[in-house]
C-alpha cells in the first residue's frame, strides 16, 4: 500500500507541470546609506531606480511548495547627492539567487498567489567614467570596479494562467544587499555599513511543463 | 669634409641662385586677353589676342592642343554653364579711316559651329551666368545674348564709358590695357561684376538686375582683372577687395596700378586669394620687380606668404572646381598652377619671426640663442643665412632643413652698447618656391640703471591703448592686420582680433564696451565687442574715405580720414547703423584736415583733440557738438599725443591748455610717448628715458632709463604721431611700446628700492628643502623683483624681468619672477655647496649659501579646482588624467610621474635649454618607486622632453600592489626620497 501510495503520488507529480521557465522585466528602487564628510555634511548614497530584465527556471516539487534559480540584470547608476547636488556614475548589477516559493493553490489553478525567499549574490560594477575631480568628493569616490555583495531575497507574486502552457508573472520583491563599499567608497575610508534594498516588480511571462 | 657638409655644398651650387618658380607657363605665341576653363573636356580656352584666335590648351599635358581662328581681337570669352557653348567678343575699336571691327562669336563646342554677329558698339566684356546667358557689356550697353537663339536682348545703355580706340601705341599693345575691362561670376553663378576704367558693375543674374557705379582712382585700378567668392559677397576688382555693396572693406597696400601685370583668383575653400598685385604707384613696365605670388587672407588680404612665379601675370585668373589648381593670363601665355599641391612644395621658412638676445647685469657675455628653419612641406632642402650686422655669427651658414642654427652675438661688437640693437637675418633657399622672410635678431644690452623687462612682440607694432575697465591693453600689429590682447597682470597674450588692412590706430568707445579700429587700406573701420572679443558689423565709410584715426567722445565718435580726393575729411560715425558721414564743416571751419591727422579723446569724453602734421590743431568740444577751436602755432606737429580729463593736451613736446594754447614746452628729446591717468601724467622719449610730469608745474620727475628705446612716429612710416605709452586701468604698471615689442615698468618703477634678500630656497616641486643639480629651485624673499612675470621662451632666459640670479657666478635661467619668489633652474654642472646672487634694481642680495645633493626628488604637486589639498602630478596613461581619489589607480596601470631634482642625466642637457626628445636624457642615478612595498616596474626616468628642469618617471602598478584608499607611493634616488598616499582599487 505505501509503494501505491508514493506512486500515486509520483504520478500525480508526472502529471502535473512541473517545471516553469520564464523572462521578466521591470524595474527597481534602491534604498540609499547617509555618509559623513570630514566636516559632518551628510549625503546620500546609492544606487537610483534602474530598469531591470530577469529569467529564470523554477521547478515546482510539490503541490504548493517549489523552487526557482533567478538571475536578474539591472542597468543603474550610482547616485551620491547631497546639498541639492547630484553626482552620478553609470553601473549595472547582475543577481543569481535560489527561492524557495510557496504556493496558494495548486499547479492546475489558473490563478496562483505565491511567496518565496532565497538569497544569492549580486555583482555590482561602477562602468561609469571617472573624472580626475567628482563633485561630493568630501562624502565618496564613485568607481569604476566590480564588488560581489551577498544577497538576500524575498517577495510574493501571483501567477495567471493565460493558456495552456503559458503563465503570466507579476511579483515584487526585495534584494538586500550589504552596501558596495568599493563601488561607492567613502572618501574618510571608513566601510559604510548597513544594508542596501532593492525592491523590484517584475512582469513576465513563463512556459511551464 | 663630412659627406653631409659636401652634400649641402653640392645642393647649394647646383641650384640656381634664385627662389624656385611655382607654376608652369605655357607659352602660345600671342598676347592672351582672357582664359575659359572648360573641365569636362579638361580644356583652357585662350583668347589669343593678337594672333586673332582661341588656342585649346591641355590640362593634362599643359600644351596647345588646338586653336580656333576667330575674328579679329578676341578680348573676352566666357564658358556657358552647360559647356556647349564659348561666346568671344570681339574689341576691334579701330577709329576712322579705318573700320570697326566690333564682333561676338558664339561657338557650339559640341558641333563646332560658329557663328560671328557684328556689334554696334565695342564689346568690353562677356560673362556666363547660371541662367545659361551671357552678360555682354559693351561701352554703350549691357546686353544679355541667348546662346540657344542668337538674341542679344539690351538691358539697359550706359553713358560716358569711354572706351579705348585703336590702334594705340606700340607701348600700350597688352590687351589689358587695350580692352581696359575685367568680368568675373561668383561660384554659384548668380553674381556678375565687371570693372571698367570708370565704372564698376554688379549683375544680378536670376532677378536680371544691374548695378553701375562710377568711380574714380588713383593709381588706375590695377590688375585689370575681377575674382569672386562662391556666393559673390567678396569680389577682388583691380587692387581692392569689396564686399557685394561694392565697399572697398581691404585693398593692397601701395598698388602700382599697372593693368596688364599681375591676377588674382578667390580659393574659397581655403578662403585665401592668390594674388599679385605689384607694389609701388610710380613703377614702371621696363622696371618691374621679379614676380611674386602673394596668398592672402580672402577677408582682409593679410600677407600669408610669397611664392616665387615664373613669369607676370596678366589678366583674368580662374580656378579649378576642386580648388586644386588656378590658370592664369601670363606675359607668354597661360600659367598652370597647381595650387592644391602648394603644401607639397619645398617652401623654406624660419621657425621664429623674432630671435631675442638678452645680456643683462649678470651676463655680459657672449649670447647664443637658437634659429630654427624648416621646410613646410617636410623634405630636406638647403638652405643659407647672412647677415649684415657685426658680431654675428651663425653654427652653420648653410644647411639642410630641418635645422637648427645657433646663433651667437657679441655685444661687444654692437653698434650700439645699450638699449636694443636690431638685425635682419636673410635665408636663401633657391630650391623654395616659398620666399622666406627675414628673421629679426632683437638684442637687448641692458645697463643695469635701464628699468623694465623687454616682452618680445615680434612686427610692425603701431598703436598702443590700455583698456580702461579690465586688466588688458591692446597692440597694434600692423603688418598682420591684429588687435593683440594682452593681460594686465601676467603681460601674456590672451587673444587677437582681426582688423581689415593696414589698422591705424584704436579707439574705445565711452561705454567701454567696444574697440573701433581705423584702417589706412579699407574705407571701413573694424569693431570689436570687448567683453566677448568678438568682431562685430565694421563701420562702412563713404567712398573713398579711409579712417585713419578714430576717437570717441562722450557725445560724437569721430575719425579722421585719409580720402582718395583733393581733401581729407573729418567723418562722425554712427556706431549703431555702421556708417560714417563727413561733416559739411567743422564749425566756422572747412572740413580738410592734413592725411596726418590724430584724433585723441580725454579719458572724460569731453572733448577730442585733432593734432595734425601740418601744424593745425582743432578741438572737438562734446558739449556743444562742435569745433570750437583751431590753432596753428608752429609749423609741423608730431610725435606722443594724449588728453587728460582736466582738458590739458600734449601733442609732440607741447602742453596745451583747454584753449590748445602751449602753456609749456618740454625740452630734451621729442616725446614719443605721453599718457595720463588722472592727475598722473608720464612722459617716454627717445632714446628711452621715462619721466613722470607734474601736471601743475609741467616739470618732469626722475627721468628714468628704460631698457629699450620707444617707437616712434616718422614720415617713412606714414604715421608721424605715436602712442607708446600706457597706463594700465589697475595702475600696477606702465606698458611702453619700444623696439622689440613692449616694456613693463611697475606703476613706481622710479621709487627707490631696496636691495633683494633670499631667505630661503626650496624644491619647486613640493617646497620642500633640498635641491640637486638642474632642479628647479623657488628662491624664497623679499625685494626680489619689481614686478611679476612668468615666461614661457625656451631656452629660459637667465634674466627675468629685472632680476638675474647667478649660481657660483654662472647666470642661472629662470622662469618666474616676483617680489617675494623666484623659480629657477639650477645648472647641472654644479654639487655640493654654492652660493647664489641675486641682482636687481634695488642692488645685490647677499650670499645665499646651499647644499647641492646628488639628487633630491621632489613631485611636483597641482592646485586642482575642487579638491582640498594639492595633488601630486601623477597622471594616469589609462585615461590621461590626474590620479585622485575619484581617479584612481588600478593595478596594471602604467602611470606617469612628473618631478624634479633627479640629477643629471645622459646625455647631458644645458640648463635653460629644453631636454631632446631623440634620444631621451635618462637620470644617471635611478630610481625606485615602490606602491604599497611592491616595487613597480620602471619604462623611463629622466627628463620630459621639451621641459626645462621636468623629469618624469613612467611605471606600471604592479598586480600584486596593494589596493586601498591611502597605499603609499615611495620614490627613492640617491639617498634622498618622497612619498604619499593613492588610491589603488582593484
Redesign the interface.
Known amino acids: 500500500m505505501k509503494h501505491f501510495c508514493l506512486f500515486w503520488v509520483f504520478a500525480a507529480s508526472a502529471w502535473a507541470q512541473r517545471w516553469e521557465m520564464g523572462i521578466g522585466a521591470g524595474a527597481g528602487v534602491y534604498t540609499s546609506q547617509t555618509l559623513s564628510s570630514a566636516g559632518g555634511a551628510k549625503a546620500s548614497a546609492g544606487l537610483a531606480p534602474a530598469a531591470a530584465i530577469t529569467a529564470h527556471i523554477g521547478q515546482d516539487m510539490y503541490r504548493r511548495f517549489g523552487g526557482e534559480v533567478r538571475y536578474t540584470w539591472q542597468m543603474s547608476q550610482l547616485k551620491l547627492s547631497s546639498g541639492g547636488q547630484d553626482v552620478r556614475f553609470g553601473a549595472q548589477s547582475h543577481a543569481v539567487e535560489y527561492d524557495a516559493m510557496i504556493h496558494f493553490g495548486g499547479v492546475e489553478a489558473n490563478v496562483r498567489p505565491y511567496v518565496m525567499f532565497g538569497g544569492g549574490m549580486k555583482l555590482f560594477q561602477g562602468t561609469g ?7 561630493l ?2 562624502f565618496a ?3 569604476q ?2 564588488e560581489w555583495k551577498p544577497m538576500l531575497s524575498a517577495g510574493a507574486g501571483v501567477k495567471y494562467r493565460v493558456g495552456r502552457k503559458a503563465l503570466f508573472r507579476i511579483e515584487a520583491r526585495d534584494q538586500m544587499t550589504p552596501f558596495p563599499g ?1 563601488l561607492i ?1 567613502p ?1 574618510n ?1 571608513q566601510a559604510p555599513g548597513g544594508w542596501l534594498h532593492d525592491f523590484l516588480i517584475l512582469a513576465g511571462l513563463s512556459y511551464s511543463f | 669634409m663630412s659627406r653631409r657638409r659636401l652634400w649641402i655644398l653640392l645642393t647649394l651650387t647646383a641650384a640656381p641662385a634664385a627662389a624656385a618658380p611655382f607654376g608652369r607657363v605655357v607659352p602660345l605665341g600671342g598676347q592672351v586677353s582672357d582664359i575659359a576653363l572648360d573641365e569636362a573636356r579638361q580644356v583652357l580656352y585662350a583668347a589669343n589676342f593678337t594672333a586673332n584666335r582661341i588656342d585649346v590648351v591641355s590640362l593634362g599635358s599643359a600644351s596647345l592642343q588646338t586653336s580656333y581662328n576667330v575674328a579679329a581681337q578676341p578680348g573676352s570669352l566666357s564658358l556657358s554653364p552647360d559647356g556647349r557653348w564659348l561666346v568671344v567678343t570681339h574689341f576691334g575699336n579701330f577709329e576712322a579711316p579705318l573700320a570697326a571691327r566690333n564682333a561676338l562669336t558664339l561657338i557650339d563646342l559640341t558641333t563646332n559651329g560658329r557663328q560671328t554677329f557684328v556689334m554696334a558698339n565695342p564689346p568690353l566684356g562677356v560673362q556666363f551666368g547660371i541662367d545659361g546667358q551671357a552678360l555682354v557689356i559693351t561701352s554703350k550697353e549691357f546686353l544679355l545674348f541667348d546662346p540657344v537663339t542668337g538674341v542679344l536682348q539690351l538691358l539697359g545703355t550706359l553713358e560716358n564709358l569711354v572706351a579705348n580706340v585703336l590702334p594705340k601705341p606700340i607701348g600700350e599693345s597688352y590687351p589689358a590695357n587695350l580692352v581696359a575691362a575685367a568680368m568675373g561670376v561668383s561660384g554659384d553663378g548668380r553674381w556678375i561684376y565687371c570693372l571698367t576704367d570708370s565704372y564698376r558693375f554688379r549683375y544680378e543674374v536670376l532677378p536680371r538686375r544691374m548695378q553701375a557705379l562710377g568711380y574714380t582712382s588713383d593709381p588706375t585700378m590695377g590688375p585689370r582683372a575681377v575674382s569672386v567668392n562662391f556666393d559673390g559677397t567678396l569680389l577682388a576688382t583691380g587692387w581692392t577687395l569689396r564686399n557685394r555693396a561694392g565697399n572697398n572693406i581691404a585693398q593692397y597696400i601701395n598698388p602700382a596700378g599697372l593693368l596688364s601685370v599681375g591676377s588674382h583668383a578667390f580659393d574659397w575653400r581655403r578662403n585665401v586669394i592668390y594674388s599679385q598685385v605689384p607694389e609701388g604707384k610710380e613703377i614702371k613696365l621696363t622696371a618691374l620687380p621679379p614676380p611674386v605670388l602673394s596668398v592672402v587672407a580672402g577677408d582682409n588680404l593679410e600677407l600669408i606668404e610669397k611664392i616665387e612665379l615664373p613669369e607676370n601675370l596678366a589678366g583674368r585668373s580662374v580656378m579649378s572646381a576642386d580648388g586644386q589648381a588656378m590658370y592664369s593670363v601670363s606675359d607668354s601665355g597661360v600659367m598652370f598652377l597647381p595650387v592644391g599641391r602648394l603644401n607639397e612644395e619645398r617652401r623654406v621658412t624660419a621657425l621664429e619671426e623674432d630671435v631675442v638676445f638678452r645680456a643683462n647685469s649678470c651676463d655680459r657675455k657672449v649670447q647664443s640663442g637658437e634659429l630654427r628653419i624648416a621646410d613646410l612641406s617636410g623634405r630636406a632642402t638647403a638652405f643659407s643665412l647672412s647677415t649684415a650686422t657685426p658680431g654675428i655669427r651663425f653654427s652653420t651658414t648653410a644647411g639642410v632643413t630641418p635645422a637648427t642654427v645657433r646663433v651667437t652675438v657679441d655685444p661687444n661688437a654692437m653698434p650700439s652698447q645699450s638699449g636694443t640693437v636690431t638685425a635682419t637675418v636673410t635665408i636663401a633657399a633657391p630650391d623654395s618656391v616659398r620666399i622666406p622672410d627675414p628673421v629679426r635678431l632683437v638684442i637687448n644690452l641692458k645697463d643695469p640703471d635701464q628699468r623694465g623687462t623687454v616682452v618680445n612682440v615680434p612686427g610692425k607694432l603701431t598703436d598702443l591703448l590700455a583698456d580702461p575697465a579690465r586688466d588688458r591693453f591692446y597692440i597694434l600689429r600692423q603688418d598682420k592686420n591684429k588687435v593683440l590682447v594682452f593681460d594686465g597682470s601676467t603681460y601674456q597674450r590672451i587673444g587677437e582680433l582681426r582688423t581689415q588692412q593696414t589698422p591705424w590706430q584704436m579707439a574705445i568707445t565711452m561705454d567701454r564696451r567696444y574697440m573701433i579700429v581705423g584702417h589706412d587700406n579699407a574705407q571701413a573701420a573694424s569693431v570689436f565687442d570687448l567683453d566677448t572679443l568678438e568682431k562685430l558689423d565694421p563701420i562702412v565709410f563713404p567712398g573713398g574715405h579711409y579712417p585713419r584715426s578714430i576717437a570717441a567722445s562722450g557725445r560724437a565718435i569721430l575719425a579722421a580720414t585719409r580720402v582718395a580726393g583733393p581733401k581729407h575729411k573729418i567723418d562722425r560715425v554712427d556706431l549703431v547703423a555702421r556708417t560714417a558721414s563727413e561733416f559739411a564743416t567743422l564749425g566756422p571751419w572747412e572740413n580738410s584736415i592734413d592725411d596726418n591727422t590724430a584724433l585723441v579723446a580725454g579719458a572724460n569724453g569731453s572733448s577730442i583733440l585733432a593734432a595734425q602734421a601740418d601744424g593745425n590743431l582743432l578741438l572737438y568740444n562734446a558739449s556743444t557738438d562742435s569745433f570750437t577751436i583751431s590753432r596753428r602755432d608752429v609749423e609741423k606737429l608730431g610725435g606722443a599725443y594724449a588728453a587728460s580729463s582736466f582738458d590739458q593736451f600734449v601733442v609732440g613736446n607741447a602742453w596745451l591748455n583747454s584753449s590748445l594754447v602751449t602753456t609749456r614746452r618740454f625740452s630734451g628729446s621729442a616725446s614719443a610717448g605721453f599718457a595720463f591717468s588722472g592727475a598722473d601724467a608720464l612722459r617716454f622719449t627717445a632714446p628711452g628715458v621715462m619721466e613722470r610730469i607734474d601736471p601743475a608745474t609741467g616739470s618732469t620727475i626722475r627721468p628714468t632709463r628704460i631698457a629699450e628705446a620707444p617707437i616712434e612716429g616718422s614720415e617713412a612710416s606714414g604715421n608721424v604721431f605715436s602712442r607708446s605709452t600706457a597706463i594700465l586701468a589697475s595702475r600696477k604698471a606702465v606698458i611702453a611700446l619700444t623696439v622689440s615689442g613692449f616694456t613693463v615698468l611697475p606703476w613706481d618703477y622710479d621709487a627707490s628700492t631696496a636691495p633683494p634678500r633670499i631667505d630661503r630656497v626650496v624644491n619647486s616641486a613640493d617646497g620642500r628643502s633640498g635641491a640637486a643639480p638642474g632642479a628647479l629651485v623657488s628662491l624664497l624673499g623679499s625685494n626680489l623683483s619689481p614686478i611679476n612675470l612668468a615666461t614661457n621662451e625656451m631656452p629660459l632666459p637667465t634674466a627675468l624681468g629685472e632680476s638675474c640670479l647667478t649660481v657660483n657666478g654662472a647666470p642661472t635661467p629662470m622662469i618666474f619672477v616676483s617680489p617675494t619668489q623666484i623659480n629657477a633652474q639650477l645648472p647641472f654642472t654644479m654639487e655640493g655647496n654654492v652660493t647664489m646672487v641675486l641682482r636687481t634694481p634695488g642692488g645685490v642680495s647677499d650670499n645665499f649659501n646651499l647644499t647641492v645633493a646628488p639628487a633630491a626628488p621632489g613631485v611636483f604637486r597641482l592646485n ?5 589639498d594639492p595633488t601630486p602630478a601623477i597622471y594616469n596613461a589609462r ?1 590621461g ?2 590620479a ?5 589607480l ?1 593595478r596594471g596601470d602604467s602611470i606617469v610621474i612628473y618631478l624634479t631634482g633627479m640629477g643629471r642625466t645622459s646625455p647631458a642637457v644645458e640648463a635653460g635649454q629644453p631636454a631632446p626628445a631623440d634620444p631621451l636624457s635618462v637620470v644617471d642615478f635611478p630610481p625606485t618607486v615602490s606602491l604599497g612595498g611592491v616595487e613597480l616596474p620602471l619604462a623611463f626616468a629622466g627628463l620630459a622632453p621639451g621641459t626645462a628642469g621636468v623629469y618624469q618617471i613612467n611605471a606600471i602598478v604592479s598586480r600584486s600592489s596593494p589596493v586601498g ?2 597605499v603609499p607611493l615611495e620614490i627613492r634616488q640617491g639617498g634622498g626620497g618622497t612619498s604619499f598616499s593613492m ?1 589603488v ?2
Open positions: 567614467a571617472e573624472q580626475v575631480v567628482q563633485p568628493n568630501q569616490y564613485l568607481t570596479t566590480s568599493k567608497a572618501s575610508g | 586642482v579646482d575642487g579638491l582640498p585615461n588624467g590626474l585622485t581619489g575619484s581617479n584612481p588600478k584608499m591611502n588610491r582599487i582593484e
